[in-house]
Nanobody, 124 residues
Framework: VQLQASGGGLVQAGGSLRLSCAAS????????MGWFRQHPGKEREFVAA????????IVADSVKGRFTISRDNAKNTVYLQMGSLKPEDTAVYYC??????????????????WGQGTQVTVSS
C-alpha cells in the first residue's frame, strides 16, 4: 500500500489545518491508521490513531482536545484535523498504516507502511 500525505503548510498560532492521507494499492478499511510527527533532530512521535472498527481512536496528550483523527473508508483516506495550533506543533507529519493489528498502538515500530510526510509550520 502507498500512502500520500498532504495538507501541510504555514499557519499562524491558533489557526487550523487538515491533513489528509490517501492510500492506493490496497483498501485501508481493515488497517489501523496513525499520524506521527517528527521535530528536527528528534525521534518520530505519536500523534493519533484510529481503529478500522467503528471510530475508536487514541490521541497523544500533547494534542488532546485540539487534534481529531477520522477516516473515510469509502475514499480510502484518513484525516487529521488540527486546531488551536501552537508553534511547538511545527514538525513533519507522517501517516502510517498497521495492517495486522487489532489493538491501536502508539508505537512507531507497529506500523508497516508510511507516507512521505508533510511539513506543518506554525508561526507565533
Amino acid at each position: 500500500v502507498q500512502l500520500q500525505a498532504s495538507g501541510g503548510g504555514l499557519v499562524q498560532a491558533g489557526g487550523s489545518l487538515r491533513l489528509s492521507c490517501a492510500a492506493s494499492g490496497r483498501t485501508l478499511s481493515r488497517y489501523i491508521m496513525g499520524w506521527f510527527r517528527q521535530h528536527p533532530g528528534k525521534e518520530r512521535e505519536f500523534v493519533a490513531a484510529i481503529h478500522w472498527i467503528g471510530s475508536s481512536t487514541i490521541v497523544a496528550d500533547s494534542v488532546k482536545g485540539r487534534f481529531t483523527i477520522s477516516r473515510d473508508n469509502a475514499k480510502n483516506t484518513v484525516y487529521l484535523q488540527m486546531g488551536s495550533l501552537k508553534p511547538e506543533d511545527t514538525a513533519v507529519y507522517y501517516c502510517a498504516a498497521d495492517p495486522l493489528a487489532t489493538i491501536i498502538s502508539p508505537r512507531v515500530s507497529e506500523y508497516d507502511y508510511w507516507g512521505q510526510g508533510t511539513q506543518v509550520t506554525v508561526s507565533s
